[in-house]
């Protein structure tokens, strides 16, 4: 079974930046596609970015409210998935958490969080005003 370590969480100010790794215990090249999901306190889970890994790589999709802002990346030497986060603000803190699909699975369903078997635990990012 495929295991997910998210790391990189912390507190911030608002316009800070912060940077998530998540590290998973197998190859990622074998997986479909990897994302980020985030839930805040009272609200459900909601996808933030996703990368595509099979059958064609480096796709990426963004949530509306972080484009520009977030930046997705797969290092496939490291089998880790990182998410670069600027322009960080109050509304952003929530716990975020590492996912893959690593069955076969289409790219349409990448903001889906019923799509992904394999989750991290989570890491809190809290953004303060």
């Known amino acids: 079974q495929v295991q997910l370590m998210e790391s990189g969480g912390g507190s911030v100010e608002a316009g800070g930046s912060l940077r998530l790794s998540c590290t998973a215990s197998g190859y990622v090249y074998g997986y479909y596609y990897m994302a980020w999901f985030r839930q805040a306190p009272g609200k459900e889970r909601e996808a933030v970015a996703a990368i595509s890994i099979r059958p064609s790589a480096g796709n990426t999709q963004y949530a509306g409210t972080v484009t520009g802002r977030f930046i997705i990346s797969l290092h496939y030497d490291e089998n880790t998935l990182d998410l670069q986060m600027r322009s960080l603000k109050p509304e952003d803190t929530a716990v975020y958490f590492c996912?893959?699909?690593?069955?076969?699975?289409?790219?349409?369903?990448?903001?889906?969080?019923?799509?992904?078997?394999?989750w991290g635990q989570g890491t809190q990012v809290t953004v303060s005003s």
């Open positions: 996912a893959a699909r690593t069955n076969i699975g289409t790219w349409c369903g990448w903001s889906d969080s019923r799509t992904y078997d394999s």
